[in-house]
């Protein structure tokens, strides 16, 4: 049997300590969670490789959805430095392994999932392992969840080619949202915030993810 305990310990040494993620919270967040409990049973004895794991196959003509590796979703929590005051949203919350992460970190999260299998496994995992103040929500990942806006981050799980306005526009006065935009290795992890009704945004470091299924632009007509 597998020592899942001292795997999650090494993945946080040797694949987030070592991208300068010096956070104690989020690395105290990430060793505090199960990553096996959020994957498929035949995924379970790697789950803490340094990969993104397949949680969903290729269905209904969209791609696979994947956990991605721990490096990233680190990396990018550090940067939007969510706090205990913070209701965050969660777009993309697939079978909740971030979600968990975040419930660690902030006073309250809703966590959007499209796809109605993967929402259900997430509510139902992240309510076995007591993670309560976590609400799962399904619907559209690019209209995000008007109903419980504002909100004081919101944490874009995948790579996009834009950010919707529909999101930014849910976003509290001093909010901000993390994303991955770009595709591929040119694709870089970006911070939105909002200030009065005005959105900024910064670039930070290169970041190759997955792909969220919803966030193509719409194609433009050459006439």
Known sequence: ??????????????????????????????????????????????????????????????????????????????????????????????????????????????????????????TETLAALGYVNVVTVAGPLEQGHAAQAPYDVIFINGAVEEVPQALLDQLADGGRLIAVVGYGNAAKASVYRRDGKGVSAATFFNASLKPLPGFAKAKEFVF
Do not use: W
């Open 1 to 122: 049997m597998m020592d899942f305990e001292t795997a999650r310990a090494k993945m946080v040494d040797g694949q987030v300590r070592t991208t300068d993620v010096t956070s104690h919270s989020v690395l105290k967040a990430i060793l505090s969670v199960p990553r096996e409990a959020f994957v498929p049973d035949n995924v379970k004895q790697v789950a803490y490789m340094d990969e993104d794991l397949q949680i969903c196959p290729a269905k209904d003509g969209l791609a696979a959805r994947y956990l991605l590796k721990a490096s990233p979703i680190a990396k990018m929590l550090q940067l939007v430095a969510v706090t205990k005051d913070d209701l965050v949203l969660e777009v993309g919350g697939a079978t909740g392994y971030v979600s968990a992460i975040l419930s660690e970190l902030a006073g309250s999260v809703v966590s959007l999932e499209s796809d109605p299998e993967l929402s259900a496994k997430a």
